[in-house]
């Protein structure tokens, strides 16, 4: 909303939350999120063309387009626990806004959610006698976090999704005015809603596919003596499959990916096509199975026990530039850790508040801040999250600090491991044969 605002200077946005903690941040310079670029152009459209506000029923009331854009995650509880969305803020949603219409508006599907869930929302919204006129649009957000404004202002493709109908059309049009103002038109995609809440959905399935496909391909190279790195660009430099996201990790993480695919395999399972739905859950379960592999990485190097041993973790974050841990492998990598009884000193530069929630209770923990401080006297360091910051930082001094033999696990092959050999670090890559003293 915020790129919407300074883009669309002739529009004004409101955004609204039932966490008035969060309006109050939002309206601060201390935001909720972190994201490159983000707190400058809040800064520059709020108060002028950009609102935040904890009145929401008034806010609905004034609005003419209305984006839905409130959680979705995994349903935790009931049918379909584990796999399927939970729908309960929608559908909240979607009745708060039947409640305070008293105009007709259009109603975009922005968070992601099921195929059909926009049939859902229209029911509800169209339920009883109100006679007010309401049309559902899919247009599902595919920016990254920590790249997000460079996304949303330099999209790969907005999708928008519309009924068939001369209401669904001009309802899509009039929301692609709004795109138009920044975004070229021959980058916009009309679909039919369906496809286009599938759109969605396939694309963060292809996308963790090909994480779990490259990390397939680390575990050969780390038994062959073959190096994930050669092997990625060599198969990225294939024109037919492009060399992004061809990077060997511990695994994939983030609010997405792991959600939308157990979306996916609910969906299939819905329509019994059981085969795709195991074809496509089988790229979830190879996620653990990598995350498992890391932490067992760590524990062989380490002569088989971590008891009473000081690991220095470096990044929590689920990718660098972002202070979301949501499903971060930080999270499962270091509660393995710590059950193998290794005491932990965690350190990222945007994301210890949330490591901290996320790992609330757990004893033998500890956050800090300055890397130099968490690597005194440790025995090893877990990279999880390739920070830039983290390649710039003295490792003769940090080697120096750290107990002897020292390792340094590199979960992102982010370092420069002929140096840090050099230096004297055992060091143990991705996908990588280990460069050791021992
Ligand atoms: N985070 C991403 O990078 C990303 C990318 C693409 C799509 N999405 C999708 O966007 C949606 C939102 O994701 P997010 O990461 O921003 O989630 P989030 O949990 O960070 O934010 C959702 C917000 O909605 C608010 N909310 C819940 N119910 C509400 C209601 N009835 N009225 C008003 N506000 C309400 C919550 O308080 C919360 O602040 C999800 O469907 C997600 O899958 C997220």
Redesign the pocket.
């Known amino acids: 909303m915020t790129v919407i605002a300074s883009k669309c200077p002739d529009y004004k946005v409101t955004v609204?939350?039932?966490?008035e903690e969060?309006i109050k941040a939002w309206n601060s310079s201390n935001l909720?999120?972190f994201e490159p670029g983000l707190l400058e152009r809040v800064l520059k459209a709020r108060g002028k063309n950009l609102f935040f506000s904890a009145e929401?029923d008034r806010c609905i009331d004034e609005a003419d387009i209305i984006f839905v854009?409130?959680?979705?995650?995994t349903k935790t509880f009931g049918e379909g626990a584990g796999k399927a969305i939970d729908l309960q803020?929608i559908e909240?949603?979607a009745r708060?806004i039947k409640e305070n219409a008293k105009s007709k508006k259009i109603v975009v599907e922005?968070?992601?959610?099921s195929v059909r869930a926009a049939e859902t929302m229209a029911s509800i919204l169209h339920a009883g006698n109100n006679s007010v006129q309401f049309e559902i649009l899919s247009n599902?957000?595919?920016?990254?976090?920590g790249t997000?404004i460079r996304d949303l202002e330099n999209p790969d493709r907005v999708l928008i999704g519309s009924r068939n109908t001369p209401s669904g059309l001009a309802a899509r049009d009039v929301l692609m005015d709004i795109y138009l103002h920044w975004v070229p038109e021959e980058r916009l995609i009309t679909t039919n809603l369906w496809s286009s809440e599938l759109s969605?959905l396939a694309t963060n399935a292809f996308l963790a596919q090909r994480v779990s496909s490259i990390n397939t391909i680390a575990a050969i190279c780390e038994v062959t003596e073959a190096d994930v790195t050669e092997v990625s660009r060599a198969v990225g430099m294939d024109s037919r499959i492009g060399s992004k996201f061809l990077n060997a990790g511990p695994g994939f993480g983030?609010?997405?990916f792991r959600?939308?695919i157990l979306n996916m395999v609910y969906l299939c399972e819905h329509y019994q096509l059981n085969k795709i739905a195991a074809f496509w859950e089988q790229v979830v379960s190879f996620n653990d199975y990598q995350m498992e592999s890391y932490v067992k990485r760590i524990l062989q190097a380490m002569f088989n026990t971590l008891v009473g041993k000081k690991l220095a973790i470096f990044g929590f974050a689920f990718k660098p530039d972002t202070g979301?841990t949501?499903d971060a492998p930080a999270i499962y990598i270091c509660k393995r850790l710590l059950e193998e009884k290794a005491c932990l000193k965690i350190t990222d530069p945007h994301a210890l508040d949330n490591a901290m929630k996320d790992l609330q209770g757990m004893k033998g923990v500890d956050f800090i801040e300055d890397p130099y401080r968490a690597v005194e006297g440790a025995h090893g360091i877990a990279l999880i999250t390739e920070w830039a910051s983290y390649k710039k930082l003295d490792y003769q001094k940090i080697f120096d600090a750290m107990e002897k033999p020292a390792f340094i696990f590199d979960g992102r092959n982010h370092l420069d491991h002929k140096a840090l050999y050099e230096i004297g670090f055992n060091v143990y890559p991705v996908g990588k044969s280990a460069l050791k003293h021992l």
């Open positions: 609204v939350d039932i966490s969060k909720p999120i929401i854009a409130v959680n979705t995650p803020f909240q949603t708060r922005k968070s992601t959610i599902p957000e595919f920016m990254a976090e997000g969605k983030g609010s997405c959600k939308d979301d949501r």
